[in-house]
């Protein structure tokens, strides 16, 4: 059950972080975009509904139609630097506990891109609570939360108008605990988590004037828990997207685990699609799925979004 609560976690954050394009009248330009999905997470014994909202504001303003490639594309090919919040609130509905608190997580991010320069600069912090939980071990009951807060750099460059990568840096410190009526079931356990990656972005146009975008990263998180054994997994992801208009984009993509942590191996498959339905809104909808290396503990995730440029 635990290894299935980390599995769905990894499988939303993957689809937030590589998600949807853009929901907005009309106008020539925009400045900020706002954002509104739903998710829902089921796995062996469990079940996870998610609400997230997302705004940016960008440092310069930028183009409403771009002439010659997809809508979604345009914060990348413009090479827009801005400020961006996020705010996710969670259920979970876990087979014999009861959920005391719900979980939740926010956090802040700055990107630069600094005039007549090809740089990309970035820096985030993060704070999530995993939620509070009941249950009971013979005669004593307990209680279980967990809580986190992490960092983020980002140092890279563009190679040409659209192609980018990126070396990302992050690094999480966390605390578990278990409180029972049993003082022998009582716990606090400490854990720091270290993650270090290189990414990349590329958008082509194809030879009947359809575009494709591209995105590929390596990731190797180092999970330390204290008073036990380091663990080291490494992630390598790939997402295409293909878009016969400007206003519609259709993506597939896959992610794969391996390393010491075995709860988070496997591989993730994503499909999904967002359309434009005017020139600054836009709707997405998307599915993922994990498929556990060595256990049962798949999951299944459907994801509905929308976007406003304003």
Do not use: C
């Not at 499988?11 to 999905?37: C, D, I, M, V």
């Not at 278990?178 to 270290?194: A, D, F, G, K, Q």
């Amino acid at each position: 059950m635990v290894h299935a609560i980390r599995r769905i976690a990894v499988s939303s954050t993957a689809a937030l972080t590589f998600g949807y394009p853009a929901l907005g009248g009309a106008q020539e330009t925009f400045q900020a975009e706002a954002g509104l999905s739903y998710s829902r997470s089921k796995a062996d014994g469990l079940q996870q509904n998610s609400a997230s909202l997302d705004a940016t504001y960008f440092f310069h303003e930028l183009p409403q139609l771009p002439r010659d490639y997809p809508l979604d594309q345009v914060p990348f090919v413009e090479r827009a630097g801005g400020l961006t919040a996020y705010y996710t609130r969670s259920s979970f509905d876990i087979e014999g506990f009861q959920n005391v608190i719900k979980p939740s997580s926010y956090s802040i991010a700055a990107r630069f891109t600094p005039p007549d320069t090809p740089l990309i600069l970035g820096a985030g912090y993060g704070y999530s609570y995993a939620g509070k939980y009941g249950g009971s071990l013979g005669t004593a009951t307990y209680d279980t939360e967990s809580e986190a807060k992490g960092y983020q750099l980002t140092v890279g460059s563009y190679i040409d108008k659209s192609t980018a990568f990126t070396l990302d840096w992050s690094r999480d410190r966390g605390e578990a605990k278990i409180t029972s009526t049993s003082p022998s079931l009582n716990l606090t356990e400490s854990y720091t988590s270290t993650s270090i990656g290189l990414s990349g972005q590329h958008l082509a146009r194809l030879g009947n004037g359809d575009h494709i975008a591209i995105w590929a990263s390596f990731t190797q998180r180092t999970f330390e828990p204290e008073g036990a054994e380091t663990e080291k997994n490494r992630s390598y992801f790939f997402r295409t997207t293909y878009y016969p208009t400007k206003m519609l984009g259709l993506w597939l993509g896959i992610q794969v685990d391996r390393g010491d942590g075995t709860s988070l191996e496997g591989e993730t498959y994503l499909a999904g699609a967002s359309m434009f339905v005017t020139q600054d809104a836009s709707l997405g909808l998307a599915y993922l799925r994990f498929q556990a290396k060595a256990s049962d503990d798949n999951a299944n995730t459907v994801m509905l979004s929308g976007r406003m440029r304003f």
